[in-house]
């Protein structure tokens, strides 16, 4: 298969609270190292086309020269400025669900190879379990805010173990470490190769015989 036609560049979605009065006074600076540390490492940044937490790691990975998705729960860029009061700078490409928030949260969950968590509120929350239902790779931040231990608190009484989740403190150790576990899922789906000629088909229905 020709290099350039391959799937290679990761996307990583942030999420975090739009509204940061109680995410302590560090939670500018970790934002845009998280959005710097995407972008450094060649992740496309998505996030809800929102402000707080997820507009400060857009900003961060545009600092870096990353590229930038939002998903926006608007159903036009108009609906988007004067209904939702929702920002379209830092963003290269907004894409307009016309869900709502939880219809957003669902479409951008699932269009990320792994989520990354910053200081939240109940829509955060609602984005992490999400992504865990999905068996998503999930980076924690770890810093001077609550949600961090929320989560813990949830998987704590959740009863269900999960492995593809990491916390740090370190941004840069964190992103590389969310790395790795997606890079466990390409090479397992590895074995798995497109073929152009081939009829598409159904899930669930059997190939058509020869």
């Known amino acids: ?72 729960p608007a159903n036009s860029e108009k609906e988007h400025i004067e209904a939702y009061n929702l920002p379209v700078e830092y963003l290269d490409v907004i894409i307009y669900t016309g869900f709502g928030y939880p219809g957003r949260d669902l479409i951008m969950t699932r269009s990320a190879d792994a989520l990354f968590f910053g200081c939240g509120r109940i829509g955060t929350i ?41 916390f740090d403190t370190d941004p840069k150790a964190l992103v590389e470490r969310v790395i790795e576990l997606v890079k466990k899922d390409k090479i397992n789906r590895a074995s798995f190769h497109f073929d152009p000629s081939a009829p598409a088909q159904t899930p669930g229905m059997a190939a058509p015989k020869a």
């Open 1 to 72: 298969m020709d290099p350039k036609n391959t799937h290679l560049q990761l996307k990583f979605a942030v999420s975090g609270a739009a509204e940061t009065g109680h995410c302590g006074i560090d939670a500018y600076d970790k934002g845009i190292a998280l959005g710097q540390e995407i972008a450094k490492h060649g992740g496309v940044l998505v996030n809800g086309a929102t402000t707080g937490f997820p507009l400060w790691a857009a900003m961060g990975a545009k600092q870096a020269n990353g590229f930038v998705v939002g998903f926006s």
């Open 126 to 166: 609602h984005e992490f379990t999400i992504a865990f239902e999905d068996q998503k790779p999930i980076g924690i931040m770890e810093a001077d805010w609550d949600t961090d231990e929320v989560i813990k608190q949830i998987l704590e009484n959740g009863h269900r173990p999960n492995d593809r989740i990491v």
